[in-house]
């Protein structure tokens, strides 16, 4: 009998799927998420808030910081929203508060993606007692109210941009670490996992691209909705002053003017409604992406 010789290099052809049929998979799952209108809205919103955070400081020169009229003057009177308790103007403050806004976001989630992927993987995968110590450590801070211990971090170092990036990534990874475990456990023992292993595979390969690919899809969403979390989360530790003096973001510009709240509305709520319309969009392109990944709705 001719005895057969796999390598590593094998591997690709015999369990990733056919170009012809992923990119069908991949039009039909653009199809689902296009079609649901909500979706559409909520990417639109989304690229519209990411174009401001990009070029408004190109278009709109100016300081968030600089007082440039007199305090608590009303919108459209010499300013389009209005101006401070310092006399800073509103609208310049949002658009320059975007680009930070967004990077605290994106950057801290990167941080709990990672944290709570590699976590999540390494238990689901080897399982027994190494499962057992990172599910123990996992529920350790699972326990730990994020906000709080994300304040305790930026109360104890500097408040700074890299503080509260770290501080928000290092508290919200443990529902990621559940969902990248449990999606492990259950695609490890299936046939293709067992046939890869069979041919030669080595750990590595089969967490990175066997079993991890194969977990993507609810991992998306979660993620998704993630970065519309750690907007709000940042935005809480801004309104508490726990943030850094020198970056203004949507969530500072409301701690610096609650007080202020019944003689000037509109200083609070115009970054509030922008905190409120990035989250919504957000929670909108979670969910057109949870139906457009969702097997059963593709007929598969």
């Known amino acids: 009998m001719r005895k057969m010789i796999f390598n590593n290099k094998d591997l690709p052809s015999l369990f990733e799927e056919e170009p012809e049929k992923a990119e069908i998979w991949w039009v039909e799952t653009a199809r689902m998420f296009y079609s649901n209108k909500a979706a559409v809205v909520g990417l639109s919103g989304l690229l519209i808030i990411v174009f401001v ?3 408004g400081p190109i278009f709109f020169k100016g300081d968030p910081f600089a007082i ?5 003057t009303k919108p459209g009177h010499l300013t389009a ?26 950057i801290a989630t990167a941080v709990t ?36 211990f994300a304040m305790v971090i930026v ?17 919200t990874w443990t529902s990621l670490a559940r969902l990248t475990r449990a999606e492990f456990l259950k695609i490890k023992e299936r046939e293709f996992v067992m046939a890869a292993r069979a041919v030669g595979a080595n750990k590595y390969r089969l967490i990175l691209r066997v079993l991890l690919p194969n977990a993507l899809p609810p991992l998306i969403v979660a993620i998704t909705l993630r ?10 530790l801004s309104f508490l002053g726990l943030t850094d003096p020198d970056i203004m973001t949507w969530g500072k510009m409301i701690g610096l003017s609650r007080d202020f709240f019944f003689e000037a509305w509109w200083t609070v709520t115009f970054p509030g409604l922008a905190i409120l319309i990035t989250a919504l969009c957000i929670a909108l392109i ?8 969702n097997p059963k709705l593709r007929g598969r």
């Open 286 to 293: 979670g969910d057109g992406l949870n139906d457009a990944l």
């Open 113 to 148: 993606v990672l944290i709570g992927i590699s976590i999540g993987a390494i238990a689901g995968f080897y399982g027994g007692t190494l499962d057992n110590l990172l599910m123990r450590f996992t529920e350790f801070f699972q326990v730990l109210p994020p906000l709080v």
């Open 81 to 106: 929203l209005g101006t401070d308790y310092l006399g800073r103007d509103v609208f310049t403050c949002l658009i320059y508060g975007t680009r930070p806004t967004l990077a605290i976001g994106l």
């Open 155 to 171: 109360a104890v170092f500097t408040p700074n941009f890299v503080t509260v990036v770290f501080a928000i990534g290092v508290t």
């Open 227 to 236: 970065i519309g979390m750690t907007i709000i989360t940042e935005a809480a």
């Open 53 to 55: 955070g990009l070029f």
């Open 68 to 72: 440039m009229q007199a305090p608590f």
